[in-house]
């Protein structure tokens, strides 16, 4: 019986390969869970960041204003340092 090694050895070939898909499968679904609350969790901090430098940049301008009128030499050097663009990053 020659066939029952060989049905026997491709029964245990298609039982490892199905548990590899269910493994494989289970994987998949866990890193699509982490990434989207990584996404999340981005998109969050991003919005924070913008809110920040909002305010940073409105308060910039207030000084901009009240400079206008007390014409403060230290205020201006501030604020020129401020609006100078940062240097690039290596």
């Known amino acids: ?11 245990f070939v ?3 390969l199905v548990i590899l898909g269910v493994v ?4 998949s679904i ?5 990434l989207r609350n990584l996404s999340a969790q981005v998109q969050a ?9 909002m ?3 409105s308060m910039l301008n207030d000084a901009i204003t009240y ?8 205020m201006a050097r501030i ?4 609006q100078s663009p940062a240097p690039a990053a290596k």
């Open 55 to 57: 305010r940073a940049q």
């Open 14 to 16: 298609l039982a490892a």
């Open 79 to 82: 604020i020129q340092i401020a």
């Open 24 to 27: 494989f499968a289970l994987l």
């Open 30 to 34: 866990r890193n699509t869970h982490n």
């Open 67 to 74: 400079n206008a009128t007390a014409k403060n030499p230290d």
């Open 45 to 53: 901090r991003m919005q924070t960041t913008n809110l920040n430098l």
């Open 1 to 11: 019986m020659k066939n029952d090694m060989t049905t026997l050895l491709l029964n």
